[in-house]
């Protein structure tokens, strides 16, 4: 289990990955957070533009699986139907153990699977810990809060192995 906090793939956003690209590497499940990684925190719904992309994964044979740290009653619950995408909430990140389970779930291995999301010490270092592609984007909207968080993630994201825009 690794215990590394460098994402293996820096990108713009969720639309700066694509089907090939993920195909090209053999993933074939993508999990997802929500929350500021698919929308900023103020929104519940998808935009069209989300779900135009979640289409196109599904179309290519892209599996996904929404993965938040969200324990609001009904946001994930909501945006995750209105995506018609599975779901876990309260996941615990970086716990890799939600991630696990979604992969026997799915019936996926490490190599087969990829964990996109916006923050280095949850998202980015999850997926490490449960040996699949860490894909971490920038956040969509930065508060104060956010914004000393993005800063201190700024050494570890330069070190990331390839990046996106």
């Known amino acids: 289990m690794s215990f590394s ?5 820096l990108a713009a956003d969720i639309f700066a990955i694509t089907p090939a690209w993920l195909t090209e590497r053999g993933v074939t499940l993508l999990c997802l957070d929500l929350d500021n ?6 929104e519940d719904m998808p935009t069209a533009r989300v779900l135009t992309w979640l289409a196109e994964m599904r179309a290519a044979g892209i599996a996904l699986f929404m993965i938040s740290n969200s324990r ?6 909501d945006y995750a139907a209105a995506c018609d995408m599975p779901f876990i909430k309260d996941a615990r990140k970086p716990s890799p153990k939600a991630l696990r389970a979604v992969m026997t779930q799915m019936g996926k291995t490490p190599a087969e699977t990829a964990l996109m999301g916006d923050q280095i010490f949850t998202d980015g270092l999850a997926a490490n810990r449960a040996g699949v592609l860490s894909i971490v984007i920038k956040p969509i909207a930065m508060g104060l809060v956010l914004r000393l968080r993005y800063g201190i993630e700024q050494p570890i994201r330069a070190l990331r192995k390839e990046q996106l825009k």
């Open 5 to 9: 906090l460098v994402p293996q793939i």
């Open 37 to 42: 990684t698919l929308a900023p925190y103020s």
């Open 72 to 77: 609001k009653p009904s946001r994930v619950d």
